[in-house]
């Protein structure tokens, strides 16, 4: 979003987050400048030049979607990093809409797959560390890439602790899993 806007990333807003986040999932899974345009504020021209410069920034991107198309095409399957698989037979259909829906899971799958292996092995973990320091904390809720806990006051700072150390250690990866830590009296007053 800073880079969308052209502004410090202190200074990006909930709405701004948003459409970049359309923005570049729209490009990883093949949306066009037109796309682009009707999703988001920008015209046609700015959303062809977004997908420029971001290609240019990312070049990887486009080789890895190439790459893991053509993988599935080759095997009939994706990957997560741990090796759960998701079949894909319509890969290979003539229809264009029907390849193209293949497409975009094939691409998506070992990324979102990965994040769901993730977040289930930190699970895991907080668990046995919860049972193993007899905390009163409970882990109630997953939420895609969150995790909601009920706990009394008095363990919170144990209880951030655990979180801080267990979670971004779930799976050794060559980019930092970042954690963010908020609490409050409800799920929606969070800080």
């Known amino acids: 979003a800073s880079q969308v806007y052209s502004v410090p990333a202190t200074e990006v807003t909930p709405d701004m987050r948003r459409l970049a986040k359309v923005m570049n999932f729209g490009i990883i899974y093949g949306l066009s400048a037109h796309g ?6 920008l015209d046609i021209k700015e959303g062809a030049a977004f997908i420029e410069s971001y290609l240019g920034r990312y ?16 095997r009939g399957y994706v990957e997560t990093i741990l090796g759960r698989r998701q079949y894909l037979p319509e890969i290979r259909q003539s229809n264009f809409h ?3 829906a293949a497409e975009r899971m094939a691409i998506n799958m070992p990324v979102q797959g990965t994040a769901a292996d993730i977040i289930k092995i930190a699970m895991v973990r907080m668990q046995e560390r919860l049972d193993a320091q007899e905390l009163r904390s409970l882990m109630i809720i997953q939420v895609h890439d969150e995790l909601i806990f009920e706990s009394p006051r008095e363990e919170l700072d144990d209880l951030r602790s655990i979180v801080l150390e267990v979670m971004p250690s779930a799976m050794e990866l060559d980019v930092p899993l970042d954690v ?3 609490t409050g009296v409800t799920w929606g007053d969070m800080e």
């Open 98 to 100: 029907v390849r193209q």
């Open 36 to 41: 682009i345009a009707q999703q988001t504020e």
């Open 180 to 182: 963010e830590v908020k």
């Open 59 to 74: 070049p990887g991107i486009s080789d890895y979607v190439e790459t893991t198309k053509q993988h599935a095409r080759e």
